[in-house]
């Protein structure tokens, strides 16, 4: 059974950057899509990046521009890239990644905090 972990999450200023990491226990193509998701308190999960097996990349609106998703198949690992950071980024960061039955992988989420 693959896992996926992530990593990076804490607590950051208005205007500042973090990298969040989501390592997979076996190889990266086991997933069609790889995908970054957040739930602040009382909201529902929503999608904020996602990957695929061909490296096409989206991204919900309010993070374009500041927030990169890219792998590194090497590594097993998709990143999460997040600058010029707002208190409304602030949720528990969730990794996904979407088996070729189309089974969903989840990890168990990292904390993301921005604030002063």
């Known amino acids: 059974q693959v896992q996926l972990v992530e990593s990076g999450g804490g607590l950051v200023q208005p205007g500042g950057s973090l990298r969040l990491s989501c390592a997979a226990s076996?190889?990266?193509?086991?997933?069609?899509?790889v995908g970054w998701y957040r739930q602040a308190p009382g909201k529902e999960r929503e999608l904020v990046a996602r990957?695929?097996?061909?490296?096409?990349?989206d991204y919900t609106d309010s993070v374009k521009g500041r927030f990169t998703i890219s792998r590194d198949n090497a590594k097993n690992t998709v990143y999460l890239q997040m600058n010029s950071l707002k208190p409304e980024d602030t949720a528990v960061y969730y990794c996904?990644?979407?088996?070729?039955?189309?089974?969903?992988?989840w990890g168990q989420g990292t904390q993301v905090t921005v604030s002063s």
């Open positions: 076996g190889s990266i193509f086991t997933f069609t899509v």
């Open positions: 990957i695929t097996s061909g490296d096409s990349t």
């Open positions: 996904c990644g979407r088996g070729w039955t189309g089974f969903d992988y």
